[in-house]
């Protein structure tokens, strides 16, 4: 399984304010997909967003954006004008695009904690 | 539509005791998976079914048994619980393949908390 590392276990922001939580990854593969899940206090997983990695063009969903350097193998996911309903525990995760490969392996996870 | 539904949320075993967790889904999705939540460890994938009848092991798959006899039910057997399997356990689903070269979601269940004493 391909390593997803994110080395931050908590991060902290103020309301209305950016954040950016890193995430890198290491695979030999070419082609793949990367994501973001939050996970808030009632434990539901719920995309954020996705990157297909053949896509040069960051992927961006309302207030949440990412900084894919495909070279560097990092995925990092930016939080713009921070809600307190973004306090959650986000995840990020790597998911191959071979035939009947499904997996997603995940990183240990950063918390996020918003403060008003 | 329910999407993933799991039962039941919340489960006490004792060491030894066996038990299936729920999972199923309604949206035809031909992908079924199991992941176990540990505090620092994130996701692990525990078994995985790419359509009915065909199933296989995942990162973590020592202790649990899987079958998929139907497209909507991916269960998931302990049959003799250990403490090592107090976790936070996942289902998940989505269509299997790449629909127009795109990664299709993987839709989660709400979770199953067991402890196991």
């Known amino acids: 399984a391909q390593t997803v590392t994110q080395s931050q276990p908590e991060m902290s922001v103020q309301e209305a304010e950016t954040v950016t939580l890193s995430c890198t990854y290491d695979?030999?593969?070419?082609?793949?997909?990367l994501f973001w899940y939050k996970q808030p206090p009632s434990r539901q997983m719920i995309l954020v967003i996705r990157q297909e990695a053949y896509k040069q063009q960051n992927a961006t969903e309302n207030r949440f954006s990412v900084n894919f350097q495909k070279a560097a193998k990092s995925f990092s996911l930016k939080i713009s004008d921070s809600q307190l309903g973004d306090a959650a525990m986000y995840f990020c995760a790597y998911r191959s695009v071979g035939l009947n490969d499904y997996k997603l392996s995940f990183g240990a996870g950063t918390t996020v904690t918003v403060r008003a | 539509n329910a999407g993933v539904t799991q039962t039941p949320k919340f489960q006490v075993l004792k060491t030894g005791q066996s038990m299936t967790l729920q999972c199923a889904q309604d949206?035809?999705?031909?992908?079924m998976s199991w992941y176990r939540q540990d505090p620092g460890m994130g996701l692990r994938l525990i078994h995985y079914?790419?359509?009915?009848?065909?199933?296989d092991q995942g990162e973590v798959p020592n202790g649990y048994n899987v079958s998929r006899s139907t497209t909507e039910d991916f269960p998931l057997r302990l049959l003799s619980a250990a403490p090592s399997q107090t976790s936070v356990y996942f289902c998940a689903s989505s269509l299997a393949g790449l629909a127009g070269g795109r990664a299709d979601t993987q839709y989660f269940g709400p979770g199953t908390r067991l402890t196991v004493l």
């Open positions: 079914s790419v359509g009915a009848g065909i199933t």
């Open positions: 695979t030999s593969e070419s082609d793949y997909y």
């Open positions: 949206m035809n999705h031909e992908y």
